[in-house]
């Protein structure tokens, strides 16, 4: 069974950049392909950008394409989001997510999470 941990939330103005980090312990973290997704508050949890296990492949959601980057490192057992010109729209829990299944935007086919990290991005 992996864990995952994200880290690296904060606070950061419209324009900002902040990166995300998601470490996997336990578990084969090559074996899954992982995502991002986020949660804002009265609202369904919504796909961010997922990877698959060798990083080959990438999809996004068309309002963050060209803005953020999904990457990973599986000698580091983690998996990155890297967020450049953030706006306030993008105030959210971020969610890591660990998918044996193939490369999906659906939280369904996600089997394990973290815990989240809050990102608010002030006007």
């Known amino acids: 069974q992996v864990q995952l941990v994200e880290s690296g939330g904060g606070l950061v103005q419209a324009g900002g950049s902040l990166r995300l980090s998601c470490a996997a312990s336990r578990g084969t973290f090559s074996a899954y392909n992982m995502g991002w997704f986020r949660q804002a508050p009265g609202k369904q949890r919504e796909f961010v950008a997922s990877?698959?296990?060798?990083?080959?492949?990438?999809l996004y959601v068309d309002s963050v394409k060209g803005r953020f980057t999904i990457s990973r490192d599986n000698a580091k057992n983690t998996v990155y989001l890297q967020m450049n010109s953030l706006n306030p729209e993008d105030t959210a829990v971020y969610y890591c997510g660990a998918s044996a299944r193939v490369l999906s935007r659906s939280p369904d086919n996600y089997f394990y999470w973290g815990q989240g990290t809050q990102v608010t991005v002030a006007s």
């Open positions: 990877i698959t296990t060798g990083g080959g492949r990438t």
